[in-house]
């Protein structure tokens, strides 16, 4: 399957490896740093689905968001959506607010506790992945990074790097 999960007989074809080969071994470490992720997330004083997760994440990124927005950010139905932000709000992380300008559109906001789980879930993944990073040689983790930097580069399109 892919290289980096297999015996360990494969060997790098170097610097020139292909596209692909590299998407696949890329597409495993994605795959583990997801579990790494979510195992992180779990340890958190309130135990939230990634859905769940997600939803307080876009809406740190853009409060006041209506419901619609939410839904549509989250690529889910309004009724599923909706149903997302009644366990949110009883759960104390979110609350609906009218909008001041619009009177029929509800806004929905982070609570200051929401902020709380949400810093507290990044803090325990930082630390889940610095105690990985730890384990990589130190040139390692500098070819790392400059390999994030130049993927996010490519991926923008802006041919200037992320610093």
């Known amino acids: 399957m892919t290289r980096l999960s297999g015996s360990g007989d494969d060997q790098p074809n170097g610097p020139g490896d292909d596209p692909l080969s590299v998407a696949r071994e890329v597409a495993d470490a994605v795959d583990g740093l997801a579990n790494l992720w979510s195992v992180a997330a779990q ?4 135990r939230l689905s990634p859905h769940q997760l997600r939803a307080l994440r876009i809406l740190e990124a853009e409060p006041g968001l209506n419901l619609t927005a939410l839904a549509e950010g989250m690529e889910i139905g309004p009724p599923t959506a909706s149903r997302l932000c009644d366990r949110l709000e009883a759960a104390g992380l979110l609350e609906r607010l009218l909008h001041p300008h619009k009177r029929r559109e509800v806004q929905l906001v982070l609570t200051g506790r929401g902020r709380q789980v949400l810093n507290e879930v990044a803090e325990l993944r930082s630390q889940a992945l610095a ?13 790392l990074s400059r390999g994030m ?8 399109g802006t041919g200037r790097p992320h610093l």
């Open 131 to 143: 105690a990985v990073l730890a384990g990589m040689r130190p040139a390692d983790r500098e070819a």
């Open 43 to 46: 340890g958190a004083s309130l």
């Open 149 to 156: 930097r130049g993927f996010l580069t490519a991926r923008d």
